[in-house]
């Protein structure tokens, strides 16, 4: 029996345009709620914006946000796991280094820093992630831990830039979740880590959850539940991790597969 779903964001609940099916969505948060289903949305995004997404009714959801670095429900923050400060600005002045270009967030419990030289579209961008935006002249004027950095190159060169951050692999968490980005959290932490934190926290064991994801960040938290589904859009090794392939993030492939599975648990055959 399903007790739990969780779902990634971008590229798997939330279509191209950033956005879902608001007309469906109350019909499937209905069907979780009268069977007592949790409702967890695991994503890169922060915390914060994941609320403006949803608005009131996401006090009813879980939230790991940040990459998963971080759960909040209700409000309240449950768990968060921090990279020192120092380590993080040692990691983004290695990522300058290495290639200038690209646009570093580095993000802590109050807000997600980038440059002051950021481009204005490339800032918008940004604000589809993350609702506190802080501009700085360079990122050794933050002096709080990071909740993680991530990196996106537009040119698409992250797996090979990530080689460049071979001395910190045994000391942070380093994924290229797409060409086009790396996140990096505490060693350790990643969404299987997080999602097993949740798990026990409510009672539930890998049977009775069930997750959707698309990128390669979404191959561990594949692994923390028997109902695994990766999108058809998916990378083909996220297919090879998950158990069952469903429709893509534009056709509300995540709440249908929901309606037929709980369907299927509210009237067995």
């Known amino acids: 029996m399903i007790k739990l779903i969780i779902t990634d964001l971008d590229g798997t609940f939330l279509n191209r345009h950033g956005d879902y099916n608001r007309e469906l969505f109350p019909q499937i948060k209905a069907l979780m709620q009268q069977q007592g289903v949790a409702f967890a949305l695991c994503t890169g995004k922060q915390c914060e914006r994941v609320e403006e997404l949803f608005g009131d009714q996401v006090r009813d959801f879980w939230i790991l946000g940040d990459s998963a670095t971080r759960i909040k429900h209700d409000g309240e923050y449950v768990y968060q796991s921090l990279i020192k400060n120092a380590l993080g600005r040692e990691i983004i002045h290695t990522l300058e280094e290495v290639n200038s270009e690209p646009v570093i967030i580095a993000c802590t419990p109050f807000g997600a820093y980038v440059k002051n ?73 990643h969404k299987g880590h997080t999602v097993e934190i949740l798990q026990e926290r409510l009672g539930v064991n890998k049977d009775e959850t069930m997750v959707f994801g698309d990128g390669l960040n979404d191959i561990e938290l594949m692994t923390r539940a028997t109902w695994s589904f990766a999108m058809r859009n998916a990378f083909d090794e996220t297919k090879q991790a998950a158990r069952f392939i469903t429709g893509t993030n534009d056709d509300d492939a995540v709440m249908t597969t929901i309606a037929q599975v709980l369907s299927l648990q509210q009237h067995p055959k």
């Open 117 to 189: 030289t950021i481009a204005p579209e490339m800032l918008q961008k940004v604000k589809m992630s993350y609702a506190n935006v802080v501009q700085v002249a360079t990122f050794d004027e933050v002096g709080h831990d990071f909740v993680k950095i991530s990196l996106f190159d537009i040119k698409g060169r992250c797996p090979q830039i990530k080689p460049h951050l071979a001395d910190y692999v045994d000391k942070a968490y380093i994924v290229v979740s797409e060409d086009a980005w790396i996140d990096i959290a505490d060693v350790g932490v």
